[in-house]
């Protein structure tokens, strides 16, 4: 089965994150050791503490038993208190030990308690999506890089202000977006017509999260809609896409690209408006881009969609000419 398949990989992954962590961490021990051998003895009777401490706790009776555990814990807190003035003095610094891991959450194990981290999730979505080419994508092509030469700074007589304006305030308002990203909840519409940037700003918004450590699922809407079909048929929560779809609620960030290029029916809809309606209790992002006028959105999706769209999203607009045929123009 496929969903086997992509977990044994992702496990496999670990494996070597794991080995590639601990030859850093043993490499790092060596340098740290040899400066200062103190430190050594530090670690190793750390070790031995640890031990006597699960040891006492299942054999001495209560009143011993507190006793011993608050000489244990004066003495690590001493030994570690020593440990980190004798790190500082040969010059390493706080994280030395620390950064050998790529997540340092799991210690690259890719759970936590049992249960899955953020890293394993996130790993899941990129072998579906391979959102790893949004990275490769985003290299080159990000918000530094993002050229305002191309929208005209004529007035728009229909909106009111030029298209360069416009797009400067939507590039203002998407960094905003990022940078409040763990203090506010913020949803955004971005619609308009085609070839004015919004799956570029989708992508520059989730690679600048992705980098942040957040759980971002970038999914057009034709692949979620196609989701919603397969689940119908099959139910079986091992399978990838119903996990996916599971996370679609639980990711930190949903990007849902090109509303309005999707096959609709009646269960579908009200599948997107349960996933819309769970973020917004669940106070989880999310970000719509839609080539659909705004009259064309209330025309197409049901009246509840309709409301918490216009409700708790920020409606975006874009306009101008299409930069994709200016760029050929001008080569
Ligand atoms: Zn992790």
Redesign the pocket.
Known sequence: MISQHIHKEILLEYEKLADDAKRKLELKKEICYRKCPRIKEIDDELNTTAIKLSKAIINANKIDKDKYLEEIRVLTENLKLEKKKLMKENGFLDGYFKDVYV?D??K?T?FIDNKK????KQKLINKVYDMSNIAEIIKTENFSSFSMDYYDKEIDEQNGMSPYENMKYIMRRCSIFIEDFDSKFKNMVFYGDSGLGKTFLCRCIAKELLDKGKIVLYVTAKNLFEMFEKEKFNKDDEQIDNQILQLTKEADLLIIDDLGTEFITSLSTTELFDIINSRILLKKSTIISTNLSSDEISRNYSERIVSRLYGEYEMIKFFGRDIRIIKKLKI
Request: net charge neutral.
């Open positions: 997540c959450k799991c690259d890719g981290c953020s890293c394993y």
